[in-house]
């Protein structure tokens, strides 16, 4: 069974990095798909914030882009996330997920706040 | 960006109800969407992709419809742990977009 789970600092000083990884178990990242990143602000709706595929290619929301790198590491059979220069706005669940299309399996998401 | 909207935004149903959710998308996106189901404090989980596939353990009360910019999600006959936010999100055009919920209540 595929599973996916998010660690990271759950607190984040304002206009420092946010920095999380996705560990995958039951499934080589090397070997197919694209893996992303999703948030979903206290209350809110789910935005896609990128996603690194198969290859290697990213691709970003356009609305962080300048703020956004997602990275691979096969060898640990991971990926991560880098958030740079976050305010409170940043605050939210992150989401990390498979999606050979869609997004098929999700891990249980990780809060992170920004506040000093 | 592709806009998606859902409507109802809330809809308050009783169990064994037949409820319906709508998602439209700003342009066309042919069959590629998805309808998610959270539940509080927890990840989304997939229950339709290709607009109207049924995701693998997904209660087959739940069925979808729809291809260009209009799309259906169909519960059945609603049982009590149904009363969750669903999502629908396309999957045509980076970036990918969620609409913003319909919460069953």
């Known amino acids: 069974q595929v599973q996916l789970q998010e660690s990271g600092p759950g607190l984040v000083k304002p206009s420092e990095t946010l920095s999380l990884t996705c560990s995958v178990s039951?499934?080589?990242?090397?070997?197919?798909?694209?893996w992303g990143w999703i948030r979903q602000p206290p209350g809110k709706g789910l935005e896609w914030i990128g996603s690194i595929c198969h290859g290697g290619t990213t691709y970003y929301n356009a609305s962080l882009k300048s703020r956004v790198t997602v990275s691979v590491d096969t060898s640990e059979n991971q990926f991560s996330l880098k958030l740079s220069s976050v305010t409170a706005a940043d605050t939210a669940v992150y989401y990390c997920?498979?999606?050979?299309?869609?997004?098929?399996?999700w891990g249980q998401g990780a809060l992170v706040t920004v506040s000093s | 960006d592709i806009q998606m909207t859902q409507s109802p935004s809330s809809l308050s149903a009783s169990v064994g109800d037949r409820v319906t959710i709508t998602c439209r998308a700003s342009?066309?996106?042919?069959?590629?969407l998805a309808w998610y189901q959270q539940k509080p404090q927890k990840a989304p989980k997939p229950l339709i992709y290709?607009?109207?596939i049924l995701q693998s353990g997904v209660p087959s009360r739940f069925s979808a419809s729809g291809s260009g910019t209009d799309f259906t999600l169909t519960i059945s006959s609603l049982q009590p742990e149904d009363f969750a936010i669903y999502y629908c999100?396309?999957?045509?055009?980076?970036?990918?977009?969620f609409g913003q919920g319909t919460r069953l209540e």
């Open positions: 342009q066309s996106i042919g069959s590629w």
């Open positions: 290709g607009a109207s």
């Open positions: 997920a498979r999606r050979p299309n869609y997004f098929d399996f």
């Open positions: 999100q396309q999957y045509h055009t980076y970036p990918m977009t």
């Open positions: 039951g499934f080589s990242i090397r070997s197919a798909y694209c």
